[in-house]
């Protein structure tokens, strides 16, 4: 069977379990772990920021990188089929007690000038504008980027109106090996950025918050109360360590691959059309005539896993674990169709 639900579903490599079983260990929630404080420092460094926490999950970090940034009635502006809007069981409405403010933007990609015409004025009527977070890349937008230029300009509208700024990074190195741009240049326009380690980069699990130290010792804080508080918890941040020095540059072979498959899917009759393939998402959309939901079980009939992404939408995403021969094969399976 191929996967290719998510990047999430890739398992640790002969070399990553070795990192992981030889990794140095203590208690992570009394701050001994020495690979996790490690995993902590090169995460930090990597963003140009100066401290990271490590948590189970991008769920976690976002909902961390949020309530760290906001009082309760106060107003996140961001993408309207954000991460943080659909995917995370309503937390930040739970835990941190915001309203959205939802832009469409260009396949999520908002830009400063519909930012700063959706914050509020100062009148009691309205929620305080507070966040302006945004997601690199698009995974609703079928995994389109920000070039640092766009986010330069949206920063100087926060500046401007006082808001903090939230990254959701979750696929941000697929963003970079496109651009070519720094991740330490990244740091400087924003407050919190959270990244995942456990999606294209291959690690098991795990996600890290980056910010100015005092923002990350609140994060200590709020991950303790959430339950995030891990213990030998070195054992997978080992793998976290490795996929950050080792499986960055690789990214470009999941884009490659996710290109292949966009030709592909052009070729097939049961497809209108296809999101212009940009990193390792491919979004496609069925003709009128064909369901997403027997389509995705002929697909797995088939050989390939895949998930519904819409009304119309299927969503394909390339990753460690997906091989050249595994594309040929899903190649010829899209042909069958
Ligand atoms: C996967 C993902 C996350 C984090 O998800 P978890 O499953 O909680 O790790 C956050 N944002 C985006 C855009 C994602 O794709």
Do not use: W
Request: aromatic share 6%.
């Amino acid at each position: 069977m191929i996967d290719l639900r998510s990047d999430t579903v890739t398992k640790p490599t002969p070399e990553m379990f070795e990192a992981m079983m030889s990794a140095q260990v203590g208690d992570d929630v009394f701050g001994e772990d020495p690979t996790v404080l490690e995993l902590e420092a090169k995460g930090a460094e990597i963003l140009g920021m100066e401290a990271a926490i490590y948590c189970p999950s991008g769920t976690m970090t976002n909902q961390i990188g949020i309530h760290i940034l906001s009082s309760p009635y106060e107003e996140v502006v961001c993408y309207s089929g954000a991460h943080i809007y659909r995917y995370e069981g309503g937390g930040v409405a739970g835990t941190s007690g915001l309203s959205f403010r939802l832009i469409e933007g260009d396949r999520g990609r908002l830009n400063a000038r519909e930012i700063e015409a959706q914050i509020n004025p100062n009148d009691i009527h309205y929620p305080k504008t507070s966040i302006i977070e945004l997601e690199n890349t698009v995974n609703k937008g079928g995994g389109c980027y920000y070039t640092l230029a766009q986010i330069k300009s949206i920063n100087a509208v926060a500046v401007k109106h006082g808001l903090k700024m939230h990254l959701d990074g979750a696929r941000l190195f697929n963003a970079l090996v496109e651009t070519g741009e720094k991740a330490a240049d990244y740091g400087q326009y924003f407050d919190t950025i959270s990244i995942c380690l456990s999606k294209g980069l291959g690690a098991p699990i795990g996600s890290l918050l980056v910010g100015s130290q005092a923002l990350i010792n609140k994060a200590r804080r709020v991950r303790k109360f959430m339950g995030g508080g891990m213990r030998q918890v070195g054992y997978i941040a080992a793998a976290g360590l490795y996929a950050l020095e080792n499986n960055i540059p690789r990214l470009k072979e999941d884009h490659k691959r996710a290109k292949a498959l966009e030709e592909a899917l052009h070729k097939c009759s049961m497809v209108e059309s296809v999101l212009p393939v940009a990193t390792n998402i491919v979004i496609f959309k069925l003709k009128e005539n064909h369901k997403v939901s027997e389509t995705l079980e002929l697909l797995k009939k088939k050989g390939i896993l895949a998930v519904g992404f819409g009304p119309h939408e299927i969503r394909l995403v390339t990753h460690l674990d997906f091989d050249d021969a595994q594309l040929e094969q899903s190649i010829a399976i899209v042909k069958s169709l």
